[in-house]
């Protein structure tokens, strides 16, 4: 899965690990990960979910554009 911030501000917990949302940053979601979602003012963000492919690496990762 992947999440794509476009406006507002809240936190992602993957496992154990709290990761910032803010406008601009992109998310990557392994399948099967425990997640939660919370936010802090209005949020507007983008969500694709996806099959997983065994090829890839399944950690997860984020990057502000």
Known sequence: ???AV?????TLTL????VPLEPGRF???P???SHTL???TSLVFLLS???SN?????TPWAITL
Not at 6 to 10: D, T, V
Not at 15 to 18: G, S
């Open 49 to 51: 979910r996806c099959e």
């Open 54 to 58: 065994s090829g890839l690496p399944e």
């Open 31 to 33: 399948a099967q990960m």
């Open 27 to 29: 998310i990557f979601i």
């Open 6 to 10: 476009l406006e507002g501000h809240g």
């Open 1 to 3: 899965m992947t999440i």
């Open 38 to 40: 919370q936010t802090q």
């Open 15 to 18: 496992n154990q690990e709290i």
